[in-house]
């Protein structure tokens, strides 16, 4: 095993735009105001801990896996340090490639000044004939079971040791095959890139959350739509990136306007695009994604010119998921102010005698620390029944933690007496959530991590509970019956309901903040106000899905608007 330690002189700084692979899948307007310099002083939405915790984590995973392969690889390994400046770690690692080390972990590639180009992998691998090849290390799934993934071992990671893996087949992730692209581009014009004429020479190796296997890519392959190869998909994808933040650079006419996408919930340029859509009132707040463009290529560009459509004639162009009828509902709803209208007249939400509100609160990837639930007895209290009201499970232990299964288990046990008590009884049961992705995920994450300890049930019973049809979905619920002008998020759902939180500043990222405060992750006491504010936090959301179906099911729900009478 080597290190390579020696300091060298700084680099110059390029002039133009240097884009990193992320660029490649981003949204083009993030990529302009990431390089618009009167940028600078326009609103940003606060950081996401949630994505900071994800960074911390890969990170972690990162440098556990480098040091498990150290020490399985001895005198094949050689390492750049970490802690070196960046131009020091350029020419650390252009000697082990002069040296002819066959692997190169922390290595960093010189900046492409010319094409605008920086980046560097995880492990560089020489291949049979002389040159590298990139291997990058990421924390989420890469496989999935079946067969044709191309996998080579662990402890012997180059590619042309890989096989057709009998017992795993890809799982599609386009941000990982762009990465390996823009790293092999980065190797070529730095002159350490295997030939192009060898077998193996445009590959490309990623390590997963699994950390079992490499998984092999051949970037020639044609695997996107037309048939283009990964090389070809990225080469234009990060030439119209360099093109638009160099317009933003320069003060050039903007080649990336505002519109709303998916992407936007999460973007730190949120807050800027937001205000620019609003005003404009852009027809990309009521129909999000590729479709918004199409409708202003056909003039209509603002959501007061798509609610003057007529919703029962032909669609001026071809409407992917909604009807179109119901897109222009959605445009005169947002016009009058109305959150939510009904897409039916009789709105059905299944009742019980026994009724369970349930809410999960997780932190990131890393665990469920709080299962929070409201019982209720819509069909009248018998002797020995529970009192009504809130109860919350929690653990603050930071997750994850083996606490975990204590108090999931305490949870699952009062859960599993409540339907036990109903059925002895002879009343019928029902459990609500909103949007049980969520939910279900945790349950059968915490029945599988914890499998065996007590108090933990039985996987099968897990997955039983979540096929009854007494586990309900109010998201789905919503989604089903009513038109959502401004999301259909409870935060958004639950207000038409007449139900508010007692905290202003209620909602899921901000939770993640007060997690932190509350657990004592960043070397500060653990603050039990934060604890508190959770589990306020918490017991408003099972208060206001049980808010949300109290109000679907009374006669206050006539007044909601119909659409089609809009």
Not at 41 to 65: F, G, I, K, V
Not at 357 to 383: I, K, N, Q, T
Not at 496 to 503: K, M, N, P
Request: charged share 25%; hydrophobic share 45%; proline share 8%.
């Amino acid at each position: 095993m080597t290190a390579i330690e020696n300091r060298f002189p700084a680099v110059e700084p390029t002039s133009g735009p240097v884009l990193d692979a992320a660029a490649t899948t981003r949204c083009r307007r993030r990529v302009h105001l990431d390089h618009d310099p009167e940028a600078a002083a326009a609103p940003r939405a606060m950081p996401d801990p949630s994505l900071e915790q994800r960074r911390a984590d890969a990170a972690a995973h990162r440098e556990q896996l480098g040091a498990r392969l150290a020490a399985d690889l001895g005198d094949d390994w050689c390492e750049v340090p970490a802690g070196l400046p960046a131009a020091d770690r350029v020419e650390a690692t252009a000697r082990a490639v002069a040296s002819g080390a066959r692997l190169i972990w922390g290595a960093t590639l010189p900046v492409d000044r010319v094409a605008g180009r920086r980046g560097s992998p995880e492990l560089l691998v020489r291949v049979l004939g002389g040159g590298y090849v990139p291997i990058i290390v990421v924390r989420h799934r890469i496989t999935d079971p079946g067969t044709g993934a191309l996998t080579a071992a662990l402890d012997a990671p180059w590619p042309q040791r890989a096989g057709v893996d009998q017992e795993r087949k890809v799982r599609s992730q386009p941000r990982d095959l762009l990465r390996l692209a823009h790293l092999n581009r980065l190797l070529h014009t730095a002159g350490w890139a295997a030939d192009r004429r060898l077998k193996h020479g445009d590959h490309g190796g990623v390590i997963g959350l699994d950390a079992d296997v490499v998984v092999w890519h051949d970037l020639r392959a044609g695997h996107w739509p037309g048939g283009r190869s990964t090389l070809a998909e990225y080469d234009a994808r990060f030439a119209d990136r360099v093109a638009v933040a160099t317009a933003a650079a320069t003060g050039a006419p903007a080649l990336a306007e505002p519109s709303r996408i998916t992407e936007c919930r999460r973007c730190p340029w949120w807050p800027t695009c937001e205000a620019v859509l609003e005003r404009a009132e852009d027809v990309s707040l009521v129909v999000r994604g590729e479709f918004a463009g199409v409708l202003r290529e056909v003039g209509v560009a603002t959501v007061a010119e798509l609610a003057a459509l007529d919703p029962k004639a032909e669609p001026p162009v071809e409407v992917p998921g909604l009807p179109f009828g119901d897109l222009v509902a959605l445009a005169r709803a947002r016009m009058r102010g109305l959150a939510v209208v009904r897409r039916v007249a009789e709105v059905d939400v299944p009742r019980a005698d026994i009724e369970v509100d349930v809410d999960m609160e997780s932190f990131g990837e890393s665990g469920a620390y709080l299962w929070g639930a409201l019982l209720r007895h819509p069909g009248g209290r018998l002797p020995g029944d529970e009192p009504d009201g809130y109860r919350a499970f929690a653990t603050w232990d930071p997750v994850p933690t083996q606490d975990e299964a204590r108090s999931f288990a305490e949870f699952w046990t009062w859960f599993s007496a409540v339907r036990a008590r109903a059925a002895a009884t002879g009343r019928s049961f029902a459990a609500y959530c909103y949007n049980e992705q969520a939910e279900n995920r945790w349950l059968l994450a915490s029945a599988t991590r914890f499998a065996g300890m007590p108090g933990i049930p039985p996987l099968g019973d897990v997955e039983e509970f979540i096929d009854h049809p007494g586990w309900i979905d109010l998201f789905a619920v919503v989604s089903e019956w009513f038109l959502c002008a401004q999301g259909k998020g409870l935060k958004r759902i639950a207000p038409a309901a007449g139900f508010t939180w007692r905290d202003p500043e209620a909602g899921g990222e901000n939770s993640m903040r007060w997690y932190r405060d509350a657990v004592g992750m960043d070397g500060v006491p653990p603050d039990p106000q934060q604890r508190e504010r959770l589990l306020a936090y918490n017991a408003d959301d099972v208060h206001a899905t049980h808010a949300l179906r109290e109000w679907m099911t009374s006669p206050a729900i006539k007044q909601v608007p119909l659409a089609a009478e809009l």
